[in-house]
């Protein structure tokens, strides 16, 4: 056995302990109030957690008392250990001999502190640590002995000291609570984080350290560990240390004692400022990225301005701010130029220009700044206009195409304000206001330059919109200025038409149509649609339209005037691009400059409708069928020859004649009335005739309720229509005479013309009209041929007509002072409204026209 020096034995004077006085040397004196706590232990006393054993050895050298925790301790009841030699039960056999030694000089009266080892019931060996004390007051000397289990021991001094090291040395802050939740100890690191001594903080309660509303989270955190046993990992709490406003993470860990009794909560404290500080700017740097790559999809997913604004409104808002606005100039938003100084650099730019307001958003109720006030001065809503006065922050960022951060206006909801200038291609635009509420953070450097590359973005998307406005609305412009103005006349008809644009309004198209007034009281009603969509398709519609207009003045046949017409597609074909090997300076072209040659293709209906005959003759260049609504009868399409586009060329175009009952409709429209994607064209075709059988209102309410009825299933083209209802002249609005081709015929016509107009009671046109019948009826004895027909026609202006079956065209020339005749038709131009001549299948008709 290992021992330690041997001390001589206690005195055997017969002292005996007193409570309250000490019974060794070098022990404290217990004071009042120690002696005061005399009482039952609480549970977990220390010889819960090192292994100790009492017994005592009677003079005899045998175990004359065992306790529980010997028998606990070794494995051995009581009843196999009384008696017992300690010597054969519990040392190795190889160490009888010292024992036995060694026990006969502890019952000679020396006492004895060292380490022997020892086996337990499971024959697991143990080393012990033995405190032998002989009894020499007892009526038979013994000894009593008490044992320690050495390696649990150590193990507690081992722990013991690793508390010490991380309390004394670690730089993290370590906190222990009691069970009152009350501070038991700390270590240095904690205690300079707070700039306290750690004897300070002993006995302080959370709400001692922290704020209330922080105390009191720390506190129901420290009870749920308490209770539950669940530590708690990473609690952030706000506390005021020596210098500054820091934030410490807490984990917090419950401290079980023997048998799972609660002790108290450890805590690890760490300062997490800086990583905050620096969390935050990561989560903004995310934020940021994420927000740009949200405006490089959102923003410019169309071309129309106003959407394009509120695009960027939805990428800023709430994301970046609270309340933002976009304002415009409004001579940029009507396709006018930059106002004077509007382009960076330019002198003359004071930002006091007139914007409009064009989107809106706030997530915040009653922020005058948007509809209300801002810095003293009007702000109008969307839609509405303004002008910022010379000296506002606003006005500056327009002058200086530069940010401005104003100063805090008195609207009391409102943090901070950014205003941003919309610049794109060095021309100031109008600008973007983003505010932020109480309750966020002001605007910084880095919220600047993110919003300055958010509003260049969308500076660029609203550019190409207002260029594309420009355009679309200049081709628009062209486009409507091409179609007829309002429901234009026709004699003995009652003309409505219709032209919508398509719904998604990107591009202009090419239809068209026209209403052609010829003489002899005849109409040519024209509808068409070129190919392709943009302003090519609306500057081939206006050249194909004046050409109709021009061909239909020479009186030329339907089937005549579509096959000039297609000329000319074809014309517009070849002049669009080089021909393939040449160019005009005499260079040679690609295969691509071939490709680039583009092809006008164009349908076309040309119908003539005259009045007096109610005859109509129509032709077809690949267009859809007219429809025809007699009374008393159902919709129908007229069977025409649809013939190939115009620009195709090769075929020869075909008419067809009718004769329209009085009442009778005819119905002109374009493919997007009745053709769909969603539907077949012969389901658009019923459609449409269906529509017009239900219809038995006036003609512009039956227009109405056709497009009513087509044009809210698609919508995808534009959408021509026009409408012509048949007016019968009444009888006696036609005079119709013919005359023998000899002298007297030129006195009878006078006589018939003027009794005419009597009859009529126009009595003042019957001086003007016999002078002007007579110099006609004698040019076409003189010069004409066959027999003469004089016819006269009343409608809104009366027309005088003279036939004959000469094929020679009258023509105006200027007689010399000399000359006896050749001051005719000088006369008729001089007193008529209009006049002309125009051929027949057998000669030709002059005529004047007179207003009532």
């Excluded at 300690?86 to 020396?110: C, D, N, Y």
């Amino acid at each position: 056995m290992n021992s330690t020096p041997a001390r001589s034995a206690p005195s055997s004077s017969g002292h005996v302990a007193v409570p309250g006085q000490s019974t060794a040397p070098g022990l404290p004196r217990a004071t009042a109030a120690d002696r005061s706590r005399w009482g039952h232990g609480e549970p977990g006393s220390i010889y819960d957690y090192i292994r100790v054993a009492t017994f005592a050895i009677g003079s005899d050298g045998r175990i004359s008392q065992w306790s529980d925790r010997a028998a606990e301790f070794f494995g051995l009841p009581a009843g196999e250990a009384v008696g017992a030699d300690p010597i054969t039960a519990f040392v190795p056999r190889e160490l009888w001999q010292r024992g036995r030694a060694r026990l006969e000089s502890i019952l000679a009266g020396e006492e004895w502190v060292g380490t022997a080892p020892y086996r337990d019931a499971t024959g697991a060996e143990g080393l012990a640590e033995l405190y032998l004390m002989p009894d020499s007051a007892l009526p038979a000397a013994g000894a009593t002995c008490l044992a320690v289990d050495l390696g649990r021991l150590r193990r507690i001094e081992t722990d013991l000291a690793a508390s010490e090291a991380v309390f004394g040395q670690t730089p993290t802050g370590f906190v222990l609570f009691d069970a009152r939740l009350r501070l038991q100890r700390v270590n240095d690191a904690f205690a300079s984080g707070v700039g306290l001594a750690p004897d300070d903080l002993e006995g302080l309660s959370p709400h001692d350290l922290f704020p209330a509303s922080e105390a009191d989270r720390l506190s129901v955190a420290l009870r749920k560990v308490l209770d539950s046993g669940e530590p708690v990992f990473d609690l952030r709490l706000h506390g005021v240390p020596a210098e500054g406003n820091r934030l410490w993470a807490i984990s917090l860990y419950r401290l079980d004692g023997a048998a799972g009794r609660p002790m108290g909560v450890a805590g690890q404290v760490s300062d997490v400022t800086s990583r905050h500080v620096a969390e935050r700017e990561a989560d903004g740097v995310r934020r940021n990225l994420a927000l740009l790559n949200e405006a490089s999809a959102h923003i410019g997913s169309t071309l129309d301005l106003e959407t394009t604004a509120k695009e960027l409104l939805d990428v800023v808002v709430p994301p970046f701010c609270d309340t933002a606005s976009v304002d415009l100039y409004t001579a940029l938003l009507v396709g006018e130029s930059a106002p004077r100084g509007g382009r960076l650099g330019e002198s003359a730019s004071d930002g006091c220009g007139e914007l409009r307001r064009v989107a809106v958003s706030s997530v915040v109720g009653g922020v005058s700044s948007v509809l209300g006030s801002v810095a003293g001065f009007p702000v109008a809503e969307a839609g509405g206009t303004l002008c910022y006065p010379r000296r506002s922050p606003h006005a500056r960022a327009l002058r200086t195409g530069r940010s401005v951060v104003p100063e805090p206006g008195p609207d009391p909801l409102l943090r901070s304000t950014l205003i941003v200038p919309l610049v794109a291609r060095d021309q100031v635009l109008g600008l973007v206001q983003l505010s932020r509420a109480i309750g966020s953070e002001p605007f910084d450097a880095r919220d600047v330059a993110i919003a300055e590359e958010l509003v260049a973005r969308a500076a660029v998307c609203i550019d190409n919109a207002r260029l594309y406005r420009r355009e679309h609305e200049r081709a628009l412009i062209l486009q409507r200025s091409l179609l007829p103005p309002g429901n234009p006349a026709a004699s003995g008809l009652e003309i409505a038409c219709r032209y919508l644009p398509s719904n998604n309004n990107t591009e202009v198209g090419g239809d068209w149509f026209d209403v052609i007034q010829l003489p002899g009281n005849r109409t040519a009603l024209v509808i068409g649609d070129v190919m392709g969509r943009g302003l090519r398709a609306a500057v081939a519609m206006g050249q194909l339209r004046t050409a109709v207009r021009t061909l239909a003045m020479l009186d030329l046949d339907p089937a005549e005037v579509l096959t000039a017409l297609d000329e000319i597609a074809r014309d517009l074909g070849d002049d669009s691009a080089p021909a393939a090997g040449t160019t005009p300076f005499g260079r040679l072209t690609s295969p691509a400059d071939e490709e680039a040659r583009e092809v006008y293709l164009a349908t076309c209906v040309y119908a003539v409708y005259d009045a007096v005959t109610r005859r109509c003759t129509i032709a077809n260049a690949g267009h859809l069928p007219p429809v025809l609504l007699s009374p008393g009868e159902p919709a129908r399409m007229i069977d025409v020859a649809p013939g190939l586009p115009l620009g195709v060329g090769g075929e020869p175009f075909e008419e067809v004649e009718l004769t329209l009952p009085d009442g009778a409709l005819l119905g002109l429209y374009t493919d997007g009335l009745v053709e769909s994607r969603k539907h077949q064209l012969d389901e658009g075709l019923r459609a449409f005739r269906a529509a017009l059988s239900e219809g038995t209102k006036g003609l512009e309410d039956l227009c109405d309720h056709v497009l009513g009825e087509l044009n809210p299933h698609h919508g995808e083209d534009d959408i021509a229509l026009l409408m012509a209802k048949v007016h019968a002249f009444p009888e006696d609005s036609v005079g119709d005479w013919k005359l023998p081709p000899e002298p007297t015929s030129v006195a009878k016509a006078r006589e018939l013309a003027c009794g005419w107009l009597l009859v009529r009671g126009l009595d003042e046109l019957v001086d003007t009209t016999e002078l002007l019948v007579s110099e006609l009826v004698t040019n076409a004895l003189r010069h004409g041929r066959g027999d003469i027909r004089l016819r006269l026609l009343l409608d809104r202006t009366v027309v005088c007509e003279v036939w004959d079956d000469g094929y020679a065209q009258p023509r105006q020339r200027r007689a010399q002072e000399t000359d006896e005749g050749g001051r005719g038709l000088q006369l008729v131009s001089l007193l008529a409204e209009r006049w002309g001549s125009r051929r027949t299948p057998k000669g030709k008709i002059v005529w004047f026209e007179l207003s009532l």
